[in-house]
């Protein structure tokens, strides 16, 4: 059974940091790309950054780019998402995403992904 566990999350203030996990089980770690959106209140999950498995690549939404940086264990099966200099419309609940390959142009396609984990918040006060 594949299973996604995010961790990490909670509250901080503007201009802090926070780092997040992402515990993947249920599969083979190094064939399938891992991903992380967010959901603010109200609106609609959005990609994060994207770690692909396949060749190594990263990817940021231009929203985060720059002070977030995602990062993997492989010895862990864990994929981490350092997020540093967080403002307030960080805030939202954060899940990470696994499918088996997905193209750098592609990444924060929500519908491209099979399975997510059941999401980690966090509120950015300021």
């Known amino acids: 059974e594949v299973q996604l566990v995010e961790s990490g999350g909670g509250l901080v203030q503007a201009g802090g940091s926070l780092r997040l996990s992402c515990a993947a089980s249920?599969?083979?770690?190094?064939?399938?790309?891992i991903v992380w959106f967010c959901q603010a209140p109200g609106k609609e999950r959005e990609g994060v950054s994207c770690?692909?498995?396949?060749?190594?690549?990263?990817s940021y939404s231009d929203t985060v780019k720059g002070r977030f940086t995602i990062s993997s264990d492989n010895a862990k099966n864990t994929v981490y998402l350092q997020m540093n200099s967080l403002k307030p419309d960080a805030t939202g609940v954060y899940y990470c995403?696994?499918?088996?390959?997905?193209?750098?142009?592609?990444?924060?396609?929500?519908?491209?992904?099979?399975?997510w984990g059941q999401g980690t918040q966090i509120i950015v006060s300021s």
């Open positions: 995403g696994a499918v088996r390959s997905v193209s750098a142009q592609s990444w924060d396609k929500i519908y491209k992904y099979d399975y």
């Open positions: 249920g599969f083979t770690f190094g064939d399938y790309d």
């Open positions: 770690s692909s498995r396949h060749d190594s690549s990263t």
